[in-house]
């Protein structure tokens, strides 16, 4: 289940139901759909058989945490930095708490925004075809399809490549500048980090550097292409936001809310 350490964090037993002495299913809570508590304070199954039984008292709720990809349910103990507790189930990371960690995300946040914001204004790519060329920016870009319908495509194309990166960017700003400072959060900093998570399906800026990079392979039978700075700049940004989500430890940024 763990790696570095044992006993970190406990999965809660299999069983399809809760066979310890005085036990009584009617307590437990109908509208959820995979662990109630028991009469005897015993945190138990209620339809899924991977869930079932603790061997000991309930903990409080902010000592457990659920896998994100299969929901398998765990009582998280002490963790230290460096340390990694991953799901026993599907072995993804859960907790992986690092050293400096918060610095580290604020820096590669920075200058995510200072190449997110400088990309917007320089040369994106270049076509040149029978002595004719011609550069264009991103914002250039979006602008040629302005004209009707295609409004509608090039506002969303922009709001998804480049607008949602950028408030995704400012976001985790907003709640980790405070935190690394041994501060209290600033006001809202929990909706605010939680707004951060909800929209990351949506920031789609690595899938706008592959898609360009595609499409720009074959418009070299057409056309002399050349790549601006702001694509290698894209490229850097996607860089930057991988190794900024293997820094970001959720479980560690929402004890530190809490407190
Ligand atoms: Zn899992």
Partial sequence: MLSGQRNVAR????????????????????????????SAGHCCCRANPYLAIMETPTPPLDELIACPHCDALYHVG?????ERAKCERCHAKLIA?????????????????VLVVAALFLPFIGI?????????TILEI??????????VLSLATLGLIVGLPLM?????????????????PWPG??????LSEQLKPWSMAEIFVIGCAVSLVKLGDLARIELGPAF??????????????????????WKALEK
């Fill in 168 to 184: 995704r960017l400012l976001l985790t700003l907003y709640t980790l500048i405070p935190l690394v400072r041994d501060r209290p």
């Fill in 189 to 194: 900093a929990a909706r605010a980090f939680r």
């Fill in 78 to 82: 002490t963790i230290k930095k460096g």
């Fill in 142 to 151: 979006a602008w040629a399809f302005s004209g009707g319908p295609m409004l």
């Fill in 97 to 113: 708490p690092r050293k400096a960690a918060g610095a580290h995300i604020i820096a590669l946040a920075l200058a995510s925004v």
């Fill in 11 to 38: 999965v809660i037993a299999s069983s399809s139901h809760c066979d310890l002495p005085g036990h009584d299913t009617s307590s437990q809570n109908p509208k959820n759909n995979m662990a109630g508590i028991c």
């Fill in 232 to 253: 290698f700049m894209f490229a850097v940004l996607v860089v930057l936001l991988v190794i900024q989500d293997t820094f970001m430890d959720r479980w560690s940024v």
């Fill in 128 to 136: 040149s075809r029978l002595g004719f060329s011609n550069q264009a």
